[in-house]
């Protein structure tokens, strides 16, 4: 099993320039590669290989392009790995019949890392420390070719490193080692088991009757992101005040999605580390965040009202909760504790009687569940009952769930 753990650096300025020199470098080497891909099959209809590009990469060093020999060489072989990799997917998909995506070029904003793919051109010291008052532990991590930059060993890593990966977010840098560890203990059973219906209210409606409320990173951020965007717009376009304008903007962007995942992250523990089967919906965000459709009079060709600024605020709403992010994680936390999660239909699921298994259409501003079997209950509340029962009676006539997996 692999686990992937992330520290942040702190690079002097010689440091930090060297990463920002040798991460343009690969960014330029794969979209080299990527051009010439494309160029060799529309001339001559030849596909190159990751093979026939490596292959050359020596005499690409010693007669194009010099400055690569300051780089090394297991990370220029990853670039083009990496190249390979995103046309492997691109016939994966065009064979199952998705949209292909043809790999694009790589712009500067967003091309952000480079690895080592093995144990060869770093090193990392392992001298104990003292921590500091914040409790951060700092070592040293050497870079061939780069130089030594320190790193906040906020936590020990298991298992043997597999790769290394030097990742830029904004204006920081982190180094992320891919281990291969064993596979852990799995946490004592519990008896309890819990329905979960993720919803824009709450956050989310647990069966039995409790609620994670909605934090709304963005919406509280929303105030202080416009003036910044506002600020940004007028400044000069290449200007060194705009270019510190978009940093600015970046920072707060990068704090909302950084609470988002903290949320994530502690919500998703406690509800593994609590019951034995979670069970979700299957989402699909794409349809869940899709405008609507335009409506047009047949008789005078004019545009009728379809709520497409309602429309806007939920789907703005919905990606700000995170459902998607959430559901990850507590899929593989679940893999890791020995857990069941299971995801199930949606369909119908905010309409049935939890108690009696009656079907009735409910507006969404109807929020009450009120039954003529005499159940009354929270309208989300009722949903997660409702979504259990469904995730109990797969798991009881053998039909296969979508069991969590690492």
């Not at 600020?231 to 940093?247: M, T, Y």
Request: with cysteine.
């Amino acid at each position: 099993m692999r686990k992937t753990y992330k520290y942040r650096l702190a690079p002097n300025k010689t440091v930090e320039n060297k990463l920002h020199w040798v991460l343009a470098r690969c960014r330029e080497l794969y979209n080299a590669g990527l051009s010439e891909r494309k160029d060799a099959y529309r001339m001559v209809g030849k596909s190159i290989t990751y093979y026939d590009q490596q292959n050359v990469l020596p005499e690409i060093k010693a007669k194009i392009r010099e400055e690569y020999q300051d780089i090394a060489a297991h990370v220029l072989q990853d670039v083009l790995k990496r190249l390979d990799k995103a046309f492997q997917r691109f016939f994966d998909r065009c064979a199952k019949g998705q949209k292909p995506g043809y790999p694009r070029f790589q712009g500067r904003n967003r091309y952000n890392s480079f690895t080592y793919p093995d144990g060869a051109g770093w090193k990392l010291d392992q001298q104990t420390r003292p921590p500091d008052k914040k409790g951060m532990v700092r070592v040293n991590l050497k870079l061939t070719k780069i130089g030594t930059v320190k790193l906040h060993l906020h936590r020990d890593m298991i298992g043997k490193v597999k790769t290394l990966t030097i990742k830029r977010e904004g204006e920081h840098w982190y180094a992320c080692f891919s281990c291969e560890v064993d596979k852990p203990e799995a946490l004592p059973s519990s008896y309890e088991d819990v329905g979960i219906d993720l919803g824009v209210t709450h956050f989310a409606a647990l069966s039995n009757g409790e609620f994670l409320e909605n934090p709304r990173h963005y919406r509280r951020a929303e105030n202080k992101l416009k003036k910044l965007q506002e600020s940004l717009s007028r400044k000069k376009r290449g200007s060194h005040r705009r270019a510190k304008a978009v940093k600015r903007v970046a920072k707060a962007h990068r704090k909302v999605r950084n609470q988002r995942a903290d949320f994530a992250h502690k919500a998703s523990r406690k509800l593994v580390n609590r019951y034995q089967v979670i069970v979700l919906e299957d989402l699909t965000m794409a349809n869940l965040v899709k405008q609507p459709k335009p409506k047009q009079d047949e008789e005078t060709g004019q545009y009728l009202p379809n709520g497409a600024a309602a429309k806007a605020g939920l789907n703005k709403s919905i990606a700000d909760a995170g459902w998607s992010q959430f559901v990850g994680m507590c899929t593989y936390k679940a893999a890791w504790a020995g857990r069941t999660l299971v995801q199930v239909d949606p369909k119908y699921t905010s309409q049935i009687c939890p108690n009696c298994g009656n079907v009735r259409k409910k507006t969404l501003e109807e929020r009450w569940h009120s039954c003529t079997c005499g159940c009354e209950l929270d309208r989300d509340t009722a949903s997660a009952k409702v979504i259990l029962g469904i995730g109990r009676k797969q798991l009881s006539v053998g039909t296969r769930p979508t069991r969590a997996t690492a």
